[in-house]
């Protein structure tokens, strides 16, 4: 039998991994073979949208040169040679266990926008960070080995415009905004000391000016998005923007404690840790 992620060209990493990490559970704890996802997607939208650094599109955004195949997993091909009818639809990893339980040899199918919740993941944490690991190219590993080694507080700043800012007054995810990094990051360093600050960002120099002026901070000089979900994992804390999918998995793969603004909290995300009492809070 075969489980596969199914993606939107729209979606980015964050979101895709939701479906990938749940068949990632049933290829490895239910004898499903996987089936290997395409993970390239040219999202014209993002682009256009703004407020990125545009050098590093390509591999942060569309998400190409990310990851590498499993041996042990099929070619994408294969999902064309099945009918779209030959695999059944689940939300999450406990109704596709209850359609195992249920005797129902069917090929499981999850996709990506059904369920973006920690939930039924909090488990599987270290499988997933394995499995993720060993589809990680190797010079993407070799990367993020130093980061492993230290202690220092994460920040995830997403400035693309897919997130609307709460002055504007339109609808839509609200971007955790700029001035509450600097100030939280100042709090955080008073209550844990002087510690360095590594910011990992869809942005460039530019649109990070007013951060990067704080004293000790680093923003990641990283050449794909799997580098910088990899390295924001070995925070000791993590400062993130609330409604990013990206920041989500981050916290999520490294079980730190975890702050965003009040207006921006990732509570909606249902994050928590197997192994650690795990904060998820709001800083003001």
């Keep these: 039998m075969y489980v596969k992620a199914q993606y939107c060209r729209n979606a980015g990493l964050g979101n895709k991994l939701f479906p990938w990490a749940r068949a990632v559970v049933l290829a490895e704890n239910y004898g499903f073979t996987?089936?290997?996802?395409?993970?390239?997607?040219?999202?014209?939208?993002?682009?256009?949208?703004?407020?990125?650094?545009?050098?590093?599109?390509?591999n942060k955004i569309w998400l190409a040169n990310n990851f590498k195949k499993r041996k042990k997993d099929a070619s994408s091909l294969k999902s064309l040679l099945l009918h779209k009818n030959a695999f059944l639809q689940c939300d999450d990893i406990p109704a596709a266990i209850k359609n195992i339980q249920s005797g129902t040899n069917s090929n499981i199918l999850f996709r990506w926008n059904t369920c973006h919740r920690f939930d039924d993941l909090a488990p599987y944490r270290k499988l997933v960070l394995n499995t993720l690991k060993s589809i990680t190219i190797n010079k993407s590993l070799s990367f993020v080995e130093p980061y492993s080694k230290k202690?220092?507080?994460?920040?995830?700043?997403?400035?693309?415009?897919?997130?609307?800012?709460?002055?504007?007054?339109?609808?839509?995810?609200?971007?955790?905004?700029?001035?509450?990094?600097?100030?939280?990051?100042?709090?955080?360093?008073?209550?844990?000391?002087?510690?360095?600050?590594?910011?990992?960002?869809?942005?460039?120099?530019?649109?990070?000016?007013?951060?990067?002026?704080?004293?000790?901070?680093?923003?990641?000089?990283?050449?794909?998005?799997?580098?910088?979900?990899?390295?924001?994992?070995?925070?000791t804390v993590l400062l993130g923007s609330g409604n990013s999918s990206f920041s989500a998995w981050a916290s999520y793969l490294g079980a730190m404690d975890t702050y965003s603004s009040p207006e921006t909290s990732f509570t909606h995300f249902g994050i928590r840790s197997e192994i650690t009492a795990q904060v998820i809070g709001t800083l003001e």
């Design 151 to 235: 202690k220092f507080i994460g920040l995830n700043i997403r400035t693309g415009k897919d997130f609307v800012q709460r002055s504007s007054g339109k609808n839509g995810f609200y971007l955790t905004e700029m001035d509450w990094f600097i100030s939280a990051l100042r709090m955080i360093r008073e209550n844990m000391g002087d510690l360095p600050a590594v910011i990992v960002s869809d942005g460039g120099k530019k649109e990070l000016a007013a951060i990067l002026q704080e004293p000790g901070t680093e923003l990641v000089n990283s050449s794909n998005a799997i580098e910088d979900l990899l390295v924001l994992s070995n925070s």
């Design 34 to 58: 996987l089936i290997d996802p395409v993970w390239f997607s040219p999202r014209g939208a993002a682009i256009t949208r703004g407020g990125i650094d545009y050098k590093k599109a390509l």
